[in-house]
C-alpha cells in the first residue's frame, strides 16, 4: 500500500533457566492471567497432528482488550481486537513456533508476531526464546504515529509477558519439587548380624592372606 509508512520492527531474546519441557507446558497456561488483563479470551477451534513430522499444529483465537488514547480511537483503532495464533510443536526437536496476525482492525494496522522456544545452545536444561514483532500502519499522515505508539504498547506488553511465563515456570518447578518430596521410598533393611558376620570374615580373610 501506498499510503503505508516503513514499519516498525520489535526483537528481543531472552533466556528461561527451565527446561523447554517446563517452559512449553507454561506456554499453554499463559493466558488468560489477572497479571495479562489485556489478554480477555483464548479459543482453540482446530488442533491436528501428523505422525510423519511430529508436529503438533494448534489454531486459536486470542481476544484483547487494550486501553487506547482517544487520538488512536479517533482513527478507528478498535481497544477490543482479536489475533488469529497458530503454534507449530515438536517434542522430538523441542521446538515450539507460534505466530499470531490481529484480525480485528488489520485494514488500519497489522501486527505480525513470530515466537519461537528452542533448547538453549548452551545449558540443555534451559530454554532459549526469540520474539520477533513486525508493526505496519495504513493511515496517511498518522502512519508513523501509529506504528510508533504500537511499538511502544506492544514492548510493554511483551515484558508483562515474560513475566508471567517467569512465574509459571517457578510454579511448575516447585510442584514439580513438592510431588518429589511426597514420594516415600522404601527404607532399605538390613539383617545386621549377618553384615557383622560378613565384616568378620571378610577381616580374617584379608589377614590370612596378608600372613601368606
Known amino acids: 500500500s501506498s499510503s503505508a509508512q516503513i514499519m516498525r520492527i520489535y526483537h528481543t531474546e ?3 533457566k527451565h527446561p523447554w519441557s517446563t517452559v512449553s507446558s507454561a506456554f499453554w497456561r499463559k493466558y488468560p492471567n489477572k497479571d495479562a488483563p489485556h489478554v480477555t479470551a483464548v479459543d482453540t477451534y482446530s488442533q491436528n497432528y501428523d505422525p510423519d513430522s511430529g508436529d503438533l499444529k494448534t489454531e486459536r483465537l ?5 486501553d487506547m488514547p482517544c487520538w488512536l480511537k479517533s482513527l478507528g483503532i478498535p481497544s477490543n481486537m482479536r489475533a488469529a495464533e497458530v503454534s507449530v510443536v515438536n517434542a522430538s526437536r523441542r521446538e515450539l513456533i507460534m505466530r499470531t496476525r490481529n484480525i480485528t482492525g488489520s485494514g488500519l494496522m497489522v501486527v505480525e508476531e513470530v515466537c519461537r522456544y528452542t533448547v538453549h545452545p548452551e545449558n540443555a536444561e534451559w530454554t532459549h526464546y526469540d520474539q520477533e514483532a513486525r508493526i505496519t500502519a495504513f493511515l496517511p499522515a498518522f502512519s508513523a504515529s ?3 505508539y504500537g511499538l511502544s504498547s506492544f514492548a510493554s506488553q511483551a515484558e508483562k509477558g515474560r513475566a508471567v511465563m517467569e512465574q509459571l515456570c517457578d510454579k511448575f518447578a516447585e510442584e514439580y519439587k513438592e510431588v518429589l518430596s511426597r514420594i516415600s521410598l522404601p527404607t532399605p ?4 548380624s549377618r553384615l557383622s558376620s560378613f565384616s568378620l570374615t571378610s577381616s580374617t580373610t584379608s589377614s590370612s ?3 601368606a
Not at 62 to 66: D, K, L
Not at 189 to 192: N, V
Open 209 to 211: 592372606s596378608a600372613s
Open 189 to 192: 533393611t538390613f539383617d545386621l
Open 146 to 148: 501509529v506504528e510508533q
Open 14 to 16: 531472552h533466556t528461561y
Open 62 to 66: 486470542i481476544s484483547c482488550n487494550r
